[in-house]
């Protein structure tokens, strides 16, 4: 079957587009409708923590149903409906159900998805980064756009946007189709024998831990520029910087690995995340600092997570893909993002972003002196080669 390069492009295009538009400004929509920073980081946490369990649960459906795209359609549908009811809601307790609701959809989503995908691929794998590029695109266009319109009109018009751009996400579902051998695979053993090999458990602990530190920078780094007297579309600008240098690392990154390997992309990207950090952490009030702070986006999140989704791959494949990719997501984006949100909402009022930003480091110091100890240290099994990820 000729690989539905486009289809499955236009998904990443308009999944991310919706990231674009909810992540740097939901915490500047709740905050304008009078939400204090333990309420942002409570709503933000709700988001990341239902990717703790959903995931997995739809991650198991797909994998035993073998029915990974209609997962995903129904996702899809039901992501952009519940949605429209954060505009809706005119207390916490609404806005936190509403955010439930809406994420435990949204949050299913894309683990399948990269399943999905990689089943498409079949042997064609250096294909996934030129295809994953237009998320990345995505979310540039709508960061932008979403800047430039809220300096002009009210962030209250946010849930629309959003909503809009789900829809379109259900759409781009729709075009898709099913692999007739998604799940022709066999992985040798248990899923527990796989989950519970120590390189296995030390790499997820990883990405718990560099999660955990991003937490913040979702949470707070917007409310963090508008504070330092940024508007609107600046922020936007600030948060598209970060992908566009996430997109450069992706054309670039095949040819990197050849090089350097796996091993030490990884450890690369958790120090430069460690040193991202505490840039933002002591360095906030210089502009170049703040460049620098986002052109690290594509070493904490760009790199890292290229890393992190061929590991997964290797660790957990045919009829485990499913649940592999999810627990990545649960553990990772769920249950560290969700704990760095909570934590970074407690102590931003008491103590400052100086300091929880350096919380964030410290974070990701521990993520460091797990990898260099037990991940990826026989690059015969992990080394990330041309077939893999090519470049671009």
């Not at 120090?271 to 933002?280: G, H, P, Q, Y």
Request: proline content about 2%; some cysteine.
């Amino acid at each position: 079957m000729k690989l539905p390069y486009w289809r499955l492009s236009n998904f990443y295009f308009f999944y991310f587009a919706s990231l674009g538009a909810l992540i740097p400004y939901f915490g500047l929509y709740l905050k304008s409708n009078g939400y204090t920073a333990w309420h942002v980081g409570l709503v933000i946490a709700v988001i990341q923590g239902t990717k703790i369990i959903a995931p997995y649960l739809w991650g198991w459906l797909a994998d035993h149903k073998q029915r990974r795209l209609g997962v995903i359609r129904m996702a899809a549908f039901f992501t952009f409906i519940a949605f429209g009811f954060v505009a809706q809601a005119d207390s916490l307790t609404g806005v936190l159900l509403a955010s439930f609701v809406f994420s435990f959809f949204w949050n299913a989503m894309l683990p399948q998805f990269e399943a999905l995908t990689f089943s498409l691929l079949k042997d064609q794998p250096s294909d996934y980064s030129r295809i994953r590029l237009w998320g990345s695109f995505g979310f540039v266009l709508a960061v932008t756009a979403c800047g430039a319109a809220f300096d002009v009109i009210s962030v209250n018009y946010l849930p629309l946007v959003v909503v809009l751009i789900l829809a379109c996400t259900w759409v781009a579902s729709l075009l898709v189709t099913e692999p007739s051998n998604t799940g022709s695979a066999t992985h040798a053993g248990s899923f527990k024998s796989v989950l519970f090999k120590k390189h296995v458990i030390a790499f997820l602990l990883i990405c718990f831990l560099v999660q955990m530190s991003h937490g913040p920078y979702y949470s707070f780094f917007s409310i963090a520029l508008n504070d330092l007297g940024y508007s609107e579309l600046q922020i936007g600008q600030f948060w598209s910087l970060g992908v566009v240098a996430e997109i450069v690392l992706f054309i670039f990154i095949g040819a990197m690995a050849q090089k350097i390997g796996l091993r030490a992309i990884l450890l690369a990207s958790i120090l430069l995340t460690i040193v991202r950090w505490l840039m933002l952490a002591w360095l906030a009030d210089s502009f170049i600092s703040l460049i620098f702070v986002q052109l690290l986006h594509a070493a904490s999140f760009g790199a890292f997570h290229v890393v992190a989704i061929q590991l997964i791959h290797q660790y957990f494949y045919g009829q485990f893909q499913g649940r592999g990719q999810a627990l990545y997501s649960s553990v990772g984006y769920g249950a560290g993002g969700m704990c760095g949100s909570l934590i970074a909402g407690m102590l931003w009022d008491e103590v400052g972003a100086t300091w929880v930003f350096t919380l964030a480091a410290a974070f990701s110091g521990l993520a460091f002196v797990i990898a260099w100890l037990w991940v990826a240290r026989d690059q015969k099994k992990v080394e990330l080669s041309e077939r893999d990820f090519n470049a671009v």
